[in-house]
């Protein structure tokens, strides 16, 4: 199983983002897909999931800008980031789990894609 991120880049302060995660390997649909960041310095902090009955969960945090999406006939997930703040910028990673639930942001991933960078500037 393989996870390849896309979609980041270089954007302004109140732009938006989609960022494109595609599985190999396996039917994404029957995963737990995820999205965590990473900013220099600082810890990897979970972002949203969408489970395999397609229920979607966001931390608090992340809640309002950020939006998970699935497509199934392309086994892909999405994150649409709006009103990007200079603090969303990060390593954006996507992840998968067998299962999950309303505690899948504690749980250990069981794949990892490389990330793809999101740099938000003034």
């Known amino acids: 199983i393989q996870l390849e991120e896309s979609g980041g880049g270089s954007v302004q302060a109140g732009g938006s983002l989609r960022l494109s995660c595609v599985m190999s390997?396996?039917?994404?649909?029957?995963?737990?897909m995820t999205w965590f960041r990473q900013s220099p310095g600082k810890e990897r902090e979970p972002i949203a999931s969408v489970d395999s009955d397609d229920i979607i969960r966001y931390v608090d945090a992340m809640k309002g800008r950020f939006s998970i999406s699935r497509e199934h006939g392309k086994n892909t997930i999405y994150l649409q980031m709006n009103s990007l703040k200079l603090e969303d910028s990060a390593m954006y990673y996507c992840a998968a789990t067998w299962v999950c639930g309303p505690t899948w942001s504690r749980l250990p991933m069981s794949y990892w894609g490389k990330g793809t960078l999101v740099t938000v500037s003034s």
């Open positions: 390997g396996w039917t994404a649909t029957t995963l737990c």
